[in-house]
């Protein structure tokens, strides 16, 4: 299968890749039900002073 889809002319590899991409960028209601928890978490640890933050000067120096 790989020989075959190597052996397509490239806008056609192109348009395979695309396809293959949407087949695996589907939503998964149980990952994004778990980022908004996290989320919710880090923005009322944020609101009580129990989260350390960092300005983004400061990120970007330490890279």
């Given at each position: ?60 120096r330490?890279?």
């Amino acid at each position: 299968m790989i020989e075959q889809a190597l052996s397509l002319k490239a806008s056609d590899r192109y348009l395979l890749l695309e396809l293959l991409h949407t087949s695996l960028d589907k939503p998964d209601p149980e990952i994004d039900r778990v980022w908004q928890e996290e989320a919710l978490r880090r923005v009322k640890a944020y609101d009580e002073g129990r989260l350390e933050i960092v300005s983004m000067e400061e990120v970007f120096r330490d890279l």
